[in-house]
């Protein structure tokens, strides 16, 4: 058996969205996987059952010369299941600095407090017409639990998304908005009608990096 390189990414969310989040990543990590491949066909995906266990396992294999292997594993836990594996570190969190073409999740479009309704409709459309240009979008918007800014930041850079889009109370007056870089920590205010482009141009130099 040879070196093998393993990451983990470990995931909080509410216990009531778990499945969605679960068949979110399931859905993506296999469009991934599948965009790299000389023969995406070669992917499939399944679940496991865990006997007198909670949560669940799904796993992404593919099918290699030799016979099928599973390359990744997305797992579902509980609290007791989390909090046995993590009790608790004083080590300095980290910047998970994919190179951005390898980067499953480019952007992350989250909002601010402020009028909740017309703020999600705002990061709807972000996250559609960023999606209708092969842009990965997280719909951080979507979460019921805010934090401050810099857990968010802190949340975001550990997954290794590109891009924070911050919209807020000022987005809708003036159509401002703030997209915060993860290699530099630089925020930048744009206008929501030039932040297709702005990120375009950053991932397209990118792939050349």
Partial sequence: IGERTVASLVWFISPKSSGQWQDYWLRHRLQWWQK???SPSGFGCREIEQEGQGGKISV???EFPWGRETIETLCSMDDSALLQMHSGS???LQVLKLHPTLAPIKVAVDMRKGPTGELRLVCQGLSTELREHGVY?????QESLQGSLEQ???KYDQMGVLFTVLVSE???ENGLLQARSRDTALKETVH???LKDFLLTYIAAATHL
């Avoid at 979008?137 to 918007?141: D, E, I, T």
């Fill in 36 to 38: 790299f491949a000389q």
């Fill in 60 to 62: 992404i294999q593919y």
């Fill in 90 to 92: 004083s080590t300095k």
């Fill in 137 to 141: 979008v997280w719909p951080g918007y």
């Fill in 152 to 154: 968010l930041y802190t």
């Fill in 170 to 172: 000022a987005t809708l």
């Fill in 192 to 194: 929501v009608s030039k």
